[in-house]
């Protein structure tokens, strides 16, 4: 039986921070761990900010959720110290195979053995950081999407190693954190969000580019047509333009092409989506 109570989360950046957050918030008790007093005092300002985000965008939040939330999390910058009695390490350092690399190596000497490891990468597959955490039976994918208060899918993913028995507990938890667990069979690159999302803004991105219809004719397409709530480049403002463009100029000369129109036609003035204020789309500071 895989009991997980003490999770710490690796890295408190966009995505790590989000995860403590929501972990603590559902009543586990976390430590946030990163590098150094500056990356603690940056998770602090994102903490400081999810509360404020929670308050607005989750039914139900309170001052007294708030605080017990807080209370249950901690911060560190000692690996060996926040991850002594870890039951759930869940990964989320930058997407750079040097680094993961490093930190499971790392934490293959520090944490218990009870301890399952969870890699939140998007791009790399866990087989190719399995030999780096000493215990391939306990280690799997856990892929959240980004604002995971609200967009609360978790892929789990293992490889031909991941005992069964972790994968079911990763299951369980995932719902445990109000998540809706999605079991993927086997691995699959981009799992099922990035295998749907990637192709569906190409596609758009190609569309507008080529001059064939404009971005915003483009979403009422998808919006009218399907149904869904949000077109392409409401997307692309949301996950900010700097993303999909530095993957797009890593592929061939027609990606290279898209990307060169996204760069003159919007990176370069400064629009770079939601986080910027504009995008394909503007959006007036909130009061
Ligand atoms: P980020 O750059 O915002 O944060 C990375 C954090 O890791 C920083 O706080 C940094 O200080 C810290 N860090 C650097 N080296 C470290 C080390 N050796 N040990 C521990 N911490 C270290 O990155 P992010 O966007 O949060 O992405 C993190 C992971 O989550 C990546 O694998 C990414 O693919 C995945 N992911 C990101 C998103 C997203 O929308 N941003 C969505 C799903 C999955």
């Not at 249950?72 to 690996?79: A, I, P, Q, T």
């Not at 930058?94 to 399952?116: C, D, F, G, H, N």
């Not at 480049?233 to 463009?245: A, H, K, R, S, V």
């Amino acid at each position: 039986m895989i009991e997980i109570s003490k999770v710490v989360v690796l890295g408190t950046g966009v995505l790590g921070s989000q995860i403590a957050f929501q972990t603590a918030w559902s009543g586990f008790s976390v430590t946030a761990y990163d590098i150094n007093d500056t990356a603690i005092d940056q998770a602090r300002l994102r903490l400081a900010s999810l509360v404020k985000t929670y308050r607005k965008e989750v039914p139900g939040a309170d001052a007294g959720q708030e605080a017990a939330t807080l209370g249950r999390l901690s911060l560190s910058s000692d690996l060996a110290t926040a991850v002594a009695d870890a039951d759930l390490v869940i990964e989320a350092v930058p997407e750079v195979i040097a680094i993961k690399r490093a930190t499971y190596e790392k934490l293959a000497q520090l944490a218990p053995s009870k301890a399952v490891f969870a890699t939140n990468s998007s791009t790399l597959l866990p087989s190719a950081l399995k030999d780096f955490t000493g215990r391939p039976d306990r280690f799997l994918a856990l892929h959240f999407a980004n604002s995971i208060w609200k967009f609360n899918t978790a892929e789990v993913m293992g490889t031909s190693d991941t005992d069964p028995a972790v994968f079911d507990a990763l299951i369980k938890f995932a719902s445990d954190i109000g998540m809706v667990p999605i079991p993927i069979h086997k691995e699959k690159a981009g799992y099922v969000l990035n295998s749907l999302l990637v192709p569906l803004l190409n596609a758009a991105a190609d569309l507008a580019a080529g001059g064939y219809a404009e971005p915003h004719d483009v979403d009422k397409v998808w919006r009218i047509a399907t149904g869904a709530p949000m077109g392409p480049f409401q997307i692309y403002d949301i996950i900010g333009l700097n993303t999909p463009y530095n993957i797009l100029l890593h592929g061939d000369a027609h990606a290279q092409q898209i990307a060169a129109w996204l760069k003159d036609s919007y990176i370069d003035k400064g629009k770079l989506g939601v986080a910027s204020g504009e995008g394909f789309y503007s959006y007036p500071p909130a009061n």
